[in-house]
């Protein structure tokens, strides 16, 4: 091996310990949530951090039967928002775990994001 090239079985540990560590996060983000709304608070949504949506809670005035577009466009609006926050905190906790493991190539996701 020349010197200065590192140890492919001292960096197959690396990136067994970066999974490891990359799981945990996942599990971890499952318990994550974040809390949108719309409509001036009339329409709240929560998402974990895995992109699932966990709760939808709805003030009765925003509850129209003559008027429904309003409310399903409220909802709309509040469940992508609080994607795209769940997103940036996956992302961000992901980052801690493989900040200086992994090349910064632009675009690239983790699997699951």
């Known amino acids: ?10 960096m197959m540990k690396q990136v067994q310990q970066m999974q490891e560590r990359m799981e945990k996060v996942n599990a971890e983000l499952e318990q994550k949530t ?13 998402v974990n951090g895995r992109q699932q949506l966990v709760a939808i809670q709805l003030e ?18 509040a469940v992508n928002k609080a994607l795209d926050e769940s997103n940036k905190m996956a992302q961000e906790e992901m980052n801690k775990v ?3 493991m992994l090349p910064k190539i632009p675009g690239l996701n983790l699997p699951g994001f």
């Open 60 to 77: 009765k005035e925003v509850i129209n039967p003559d008027d429904k577009e309003m409310l399903e466009d409220l909802v709309v609006a």
């Open 1 to 10: 091996m020349k010197p200065g090239m590192p140890n492919m079985q001292s």
């Open 98 to 100: 493989t900040s200086g």
């Open 34 to 46: 974040v809390t949108s709304e719309a409509g001036g608070g009339m329409v709240k949504v929560t």
